[in-house]
């Protein structure tokens, strides 16, 4: 079962997952494999966390040790891992890396990390839709082109001079982002990282954030802004992508849009729940 739904599917509500039979005939094929973070500190709390740099709740570690571990059960193994510079993203392919003994090299670039909510970062998310009330709070948190206010020049020059960002372009750090923006800077990725590796018959593990993993999603499904905005993608739930490598030099081609996850009835449940609340 691929995030884009078919006219009339519905998510199993109690999680059922296929045969470890079924599981290998899926993803033996599986050439990209994407997984959102565990369990943030900020998640657990509902916060707007964009760019701030939390870890992993302990059980946010625990659900990435068992992302790999059933992904090493399924036959699946990276040749890669390709994550963020945000230390929840690194932090879940190093605890998924131990499931498999080959050692697997990590590559990290800052065009993956999270979408920058500006001077909403750090708020609840109860408490912005309260203030400027639920349909600016989606507008800022849902929409494609929806910026949310910016970061001041004093708070941005400061976390610009903080890990990871004072050793990265100063690109790497805008005072706001739209989703729009994220896919602006996720498609040169997709196109030439991800492509290359794809061409070389490489299998990768792209491990990163509900934003920027959309933004891979609307690149590589070709998704429009109203699927855009009603995808939602669960914390450790692997989604299995078959690409092929693209004839001209644009984003490598889905055999399935949507993909299929590892997991799809816990994880459209999951993504019906984040829905519920406003979104990834």
């Known amino acids: 079962m691929s995030h884009v739904a078919s006219p ?21 094929p599986a050439n990209v494999v994407l997984v959102r973070h565990g369990e943030s500190v900020a998640n657990a709390r509902h916060l707007f966390t964009g760019v701030i740099d939390v870890g992993l709740t302990p059980a946010g570690e625990a659900e990435c040790v068992l992302a790999g571990q ?18 929840r993203g690194w932090r879940t392919a190093e605890l998924m890396r131990t499931a498999w003994p080959e050692v697997v090299p990590v590559e990290r670039d800052w065009r993956l990390n999270e979408r920058n ?17 639920r349909d600016r709070f989606l507008y800022w948190r849902r929409s494609l082109e929806g910026r949310p206010p ?8 400061l976390w610009r001079a903080l890990p990871p960002f004072n050793v990265l372009p100063p690109q790497a750090l805008t005072a706001t982002e739209s989703l729009a923006d994220v896919v602006a800077r996720v498609r040169p990725w ?46 450790a739930r692997p989604l299995a992508y078959r690409l092929r490598a693209a004839q001209e030099a644009t984003a490598p081609v889905p055999t399935v849009r949507g993909g299929e996850y590892l997991d799809p009835g816990a994880a459209h449940a999951e993504a019906a729940a984040i829905a519920a609340e406003g979104g990834t």
Do not use: M
């Not at 998510?11 to 039979?21: K, L, S, Y």
């Not at 059933?70 to 230390?87: F, H, Y």
């Open 8 to 28: 009339g599917e519905q998510p199993d509500p109690h999680g059922r997952t296929a045969t470890v039979e079924a599981e290998r005939a899926t993803w033996s």
């Open 70 to 87: 059933r992904l090493a059960g399924a036959g699946w193994v990276p040749d890669v891992i390709c994550t963020s510079e945000l230390v």
């Open 117 to 133: 909510y500006g001077a909403l970062s750090g708020y609840l998310k109860t408490e912005i839709a309260e203030r400027f009330g």
């Open 150 to 157: 910016p970061l001041t020049p004093e708070l941005l020059a």
């Open 190 to 235: 997709v196109a030439d990282v991800l492509g290359a590796h794809v061409a070389a018959g490489r299998r990768v593990l792209l491990v990163a954030h509900g934003n920027s993993l959309r933004a891979v999603c609307g690149v590589l499904d070709r998704l429009d802004s109203d699927e855009l905005a009603a995808l939602n993608l669960p914390n």
